[in-house]
């Protein structure tokens, strides 16, 4: 079982950076996180962390060890997110230890970054996800997730609470 929580101190954003690097998927010749993470595409999604309508929660193991991670992030026109539809809606990124993944966790956090949302009052959430992460997005068509467009390599996708 899997104990879900607010990020809470440097550890866990440190841990969310690590997660943030996890969920870029790049086939070969992935550059470091010090160097991904850097890039002028990749920055926005964790620079000044902790702003207004940041919300991040982290998936602890039995042994009270971060295993997973997902979180929201709202952007603007001026600052788009891959997953970008509205800046009235978060873009979400989610990401779990290789070892941890196929044991239902994905949906936990799924779920309960959902909720958080809608407690926010948010219209919904958006996201971008490879088209080669068959898993992910049938997990997120499943939560009901709607495609909206493919770009390059990535899919598009967005959950609205009021449809």
Known sequence: MFKIRELANKMDFD???DMLYESI?????KPSKQVLLQTQPLRKYHRDWGRAGDIALIADNQDQEPVGAVWYRVFGEQEKGYGFVSSEIPEL???IKSAERGKGLGKQLMQAILQEANEAEY???SLS????NHGAITLYHKLGFKDVEIVGTSKTMIYLFKQ
Do not use: E, K, Q, R
């Not at 998927?25 to 010749?29: D, Q």
């Open 15 to 17: 841990f969310l950076t």
């Open 25 to 29: 998927y790049i086939s070969s010749n």
């Open 93 to 95: 990124g989610i990401a």
């Open 123 to 125: 219209p919904g959430l």
């Open 129 to 132: 996800v490879d088209l080669d």
